[in-house]
């Protein structure tokens, strides 16, 4: 079945089986990797490592704990319909973390070859999470702050979560190490990449946005040559206030340097944008 279908918003089991997997994996991530270890890179992981670390606490009971927590503040700020999509992983990635985490006896994880896992959890940790939230669910846990912060207050997502991540990790560094910040960062910016690719996935297509005054020549070479649709219209400079015509084009990624070329070759003065469209649908 293709992944696409798989991850429609009507086909509920598969959804659940992606979310399920990919808490699963998650889990072992956490008990393989980030444990043993000791790196605290934010979230409720970041918590579960430092409570470990400093006191000996279970980590999938305080992974838990939070997370119900979270849970509630949901429901009270954030309604029925959010904290929904948040019940699953607030449930089922405690269980998981505790049932796998005898593995850890059986996999040896080499604390020196941080640079090397540091990659591994950056890639691993991005799939994970942006497949999460591309079938429609969340990983809950502290995520529920910088939406309850957003709704209330209007502070973005990237600023609230930056705030809160780089708290746990400053505090990961002052009782485990500082030089564990770095990796903790690493990991970060990689799963945060990663994140993004897998949610919008990969661009097949580019979109071009040509302010020119040869607009029927170039119109043409992108129906004639290119055999692609565009669209024309009118709008007005802001500066100067001059009206000009618009086009907007589609093409194939391969055919982006033809087309480009072709822009320059047909109106030397032309203005125009490039950039990736990672869906188009309709049209006729």
Request: net charge neutral; charged share 15%.
């Amino acid at each position: 079945m293709p992944f696409n279908e798989i991850i429609n918003e009507k086909n509920l089991v598969g959804r659940y089986f992606i979310l399920l997997l990919c808490l699963f994996l998650s889990a072992i991530l956490f008990n393989i990797f980030l444990l043993p270890t000791n790196l605290v890179i934010g979230g409720v992981n970041g918590v579960a490592v430092l409570l470990h670390h400093l006191f000996d606490f279970d980590p999938s009971l305080v992974i838990l704990l939070i997370s119900i927590s979270m849970l509630i503040f949901s429901f009270f700020f954030l309604g029925l319909e959010k904290t929904m999509g948040s019940l699953v992983a607030t449930i089922v990635y405690p269980f998981f973390v505790s049932i796998t985490a005898p593995i850890v006896v059986r996999f040896h994880v080499d604390s020196n070859e941080l640079l090397l896992l540091s990659l591994i959890i950056g890639v691993i940790s991005g799939i994970t999470n942006g497949l999460v939230y591309r079938v429609g669910f969340s990983n809950g846990g502290l995520n529920i702050i910088n939406q309850i912060l957003y709704k209330y207050f209007h502070i973005s997502y990237s600023k609230s979560s930056f705030v809160i991540n780089g708290l746990i990790v400053f505090l990961g560094g002052i009782y485990i190490g500082f030089n564990m910040v770095l990796y903790a960062i690493l990991i970060l910016y990689i799963n945060s990449l990663i994140m993004d690719r897998v949610m919008l996935g990969i661009s097949r297509n580019k979109a071009f946005y040509i302010v020119t005054q040869e607009d029927e020549k170039i119109k043409n070479f992108i129906i004639e040559e290119l055999h692609h649709s565009a669209t024309v219209f009118d709008v007005k400079g802001g500066f100067l206030e001059k009206r000009k015509r618009v086009i907007l084009a589609v093409v194939p990624t391969q055919e982006y340097f033809t087309l480009k070329e072709a822009i320059k070759m047909l109106d030397p003065a032309a203005f125009f944008v490039a950039s990736d469209a990672y869906q188009t649908e309709g049209g006729s």
